[in-house]
């Protein structure tokens, strides 16, 4: 039998959890910055509605995801003992914060100005007009941090991996037999 306590890798669910999320905020983050190179039309529309349909998709796999830490998933001891080992942990916290907020700011600002979906969905228009602005800019705010954060995140796991050696990324299921 394996004893989880001596395992250094994380289980498959959340290698799978943690791959999806990492594609669905760069995927995001590029929507949000680019799509204003789009004309005002029915293709932008149709962006922002895959835009907001993908964000449903990060908020349903976030709940997965952290019902998923909290009960059944593999605990996996720190990578590094002593200040690294602290360091990472804040860093993921951290990681976790910024998913919660910028999911929750999208939410928000889908609901805030009762968001089209593909001319099929019209959500429910939830609170004050006068929020639309405000809200909006805080969910920008929190995606550019979260991009920036995701990726020092990324360099410093390449810099494990590749400068000190020390295979961290077969912890997240790369290059593990
Ligand atoms: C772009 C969005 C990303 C987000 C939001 C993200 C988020 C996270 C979080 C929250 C953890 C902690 C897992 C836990 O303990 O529950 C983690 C671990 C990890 N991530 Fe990411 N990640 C992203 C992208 C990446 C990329 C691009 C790489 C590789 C280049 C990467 C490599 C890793 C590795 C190796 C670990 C395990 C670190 C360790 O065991 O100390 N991540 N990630
Ligand atoms: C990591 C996740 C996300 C990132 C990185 C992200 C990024 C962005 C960015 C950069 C913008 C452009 C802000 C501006 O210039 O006005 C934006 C707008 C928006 N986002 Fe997100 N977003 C994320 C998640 C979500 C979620 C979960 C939802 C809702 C389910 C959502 C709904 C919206 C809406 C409704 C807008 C405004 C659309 C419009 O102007 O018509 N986002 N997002």
Redesign the pocket.
Known sequence: MTDSSTQNHYDRL?IAI?WL??AL??SLWLIGQLVDFVPRGPVRMGIWSTHVVLGFTLCALLIIRIVW?LTAARK?A??NAGLMGHA?TLG?LA??GL?IAVVALGLADAFVRGFNIFNIVTLPTIGDASLRRPINGWHELAANA?AAL?LL??LV??FHQYVLKDQ??G??GIGRA
Do not use: N
């Open positions: 959340t943690h999320t990492a905020v760069i830490k996996v720190p990578a990472a993921h990681l976790y998913l979260i995701a995140h990324a796991a390449l961290l990324l912890r997240m």
